[in-house]
Structures are given as structure tokens and as C-alpha cells.
């Protein structure tokens, strides 16, 4: 079974992602392996958060008004203050 997940090269260089169903947790990587290493990583995070019942519900992306990932494509996609 594969779980969908979102990402995007960053300007800097390297790429960040998150899994669709939890938007609030980024990571990234300097490859796509090593993003899809590090989605793996955060995956299995997140199953302990909520098998350990979190008391705090992990964020849905159906549930979230703003998310972090929205923030950080909009100040990616933002003129820069310099120029």
C-alpha cells in the first residue's frame, strides 16, 4: 500500500515534503531518497504519537485552517524583501 505524500524542490537546494494526511509535519532532504527516508522516519513518529495517545490529536489536513506547508510555499513563492 503506498501513502501519498507532497513535495517540492526547495531554492536553496534539497526538497521537502509531508505526507497528505498530516500537512503540519515537514522534513526534507538533500536527495528525493533521502526526503523519502526521512517521510518514512516521520511516518513511524507519527504512529508512536498516536498509538501512545497523544494528547494533543496529530493535525489532519481536512481539520487544519493554516498549515506550515501552506506558509512555506507562500514564502517561497513571496517576492524577496531585497529585491
Known amino acids: 500500500m503506498q501513502i501519498p505524500?507532497?513535495?517540492?524542490?526547495?531554492?536553496?537546494?534539497?526538497?521537502?515534503?509531508?505526507?497528505?494526511?498530516?500537512?503540519?509535519?515537514?522534513?526534507?532532504?538533500?536527495?528525493?531518497?533521502?526526503?523519502?527516508?526521512?517521510?518514512?522516519?516521520?511516518?513511524?513518529g507519527i504512529n508512536v504519537m498516536v498509538a501512545e495517545g497523544e494528547s494533543r490529536p496529530v493535525p489532519r489536513h481536512r481539520e487544519t485552517k493554516e498549515t506550515t506547508a501552506r506558509s512555506i510555499l507562500r514564502a517561497l513563492s513571496a517576492p524577496s524583501p531585497e529585491g
Not at 10 to 30: A, I, K, Q, R, S
Open 5 to 44: 505524500y507532497t513535495y517540492w524542490p526547495v531554492p536553496e537546494g534539497g526538497f521537502v515534503g509531508y505526507w497528505n494526511d498530516y500537512p503540519d509535519y515537514l522534513t526534507e532532504g538533500d536527495t528525493l531518497d533521502d526526503l523519502r527516508y526521512m517521510l518514512r522516519d516521520l511516518r513511524e
